[in-house]
């Protein structure tokens, strides 16, 4: 699994796919410099370790990363990249929109992601272990999140997801997921199309601003 990632053409495509919009084939060529059939087998072998996941849509065929942990993985690696000096100029949230706020998956980053984290731990919502507290658990249960019902699902309840820009953790696992789709819900966050901005009316950021630093 390091080794594929480590290979310059596998990192180069995927973090070209970390954005969020699924690419091609040959719109991955072009990113990186390479052939087709070069890439398609690269892209091959990304698929066979679960790194990437592919879609058929008419005569196309698209690529996107396959999960949120491998979003995870891939921006954990980053900082360390970075002060190796190894890390593409071209990659990271230059767009301030970007910085502020944007999908990870399912989840929220950016800066009001980790602010929100921070408001979490601060208040006794969420342990620095990353559990929820009893007292969290009767909080978010006011503010409409069921911890009860996200606790029987599969996958985490509660996991820290070291964002790309803030170089600090954001709240991923299914209590990420669904305090997102909570702010869409209440008409607080929109996602754009075609893009991991998160997009914010003023009103929107200061209730989320309340909602989460009230304890």
Partial sequence: MAALI????NANMLLALIPGPALTATELANEVGLTLSTVSGHLARLGEAGLVQVSRQGRHRYYRL??????????????????????RTRTGPRDPQMRKARSCYDHMAGDLAVRMLDGFLATGIVSPDGEVTDAGRKELGTRGIDIDRL??????LCRF????????????????????????????ASRRAGS???????????EIERWYSRG
Avoid at 151 to 156: F, G, H, I, L, V
Avoid at 165 to 185: K, T
């Fill in 6 to 9: 480590g290979n310059p053409a």
């Fill in 66 to 87: 396959a999960d949120p942990d491998v979003v995870a993985l891939l921006e954990a690696l980053l900082p360390v990249a970075e002060r190796a000096g190894h890390r």
């Fill in 151 to 156: 606790a029987q699902e599969k996958r985490p």
């Fill in 161 to 188: 997801c070291l964002d790309w820009s803030e170089r600090r953790n954001h709240l991923a696992g299914s209590l990420g997921a669904a305090i997102f789709g909570h702010f869409e819900r209440q008409g607080w």
């Fill in 196 to 206: 991991r901005i998160v997009h914010f009316s003023a009103d929107g950021e200061a």
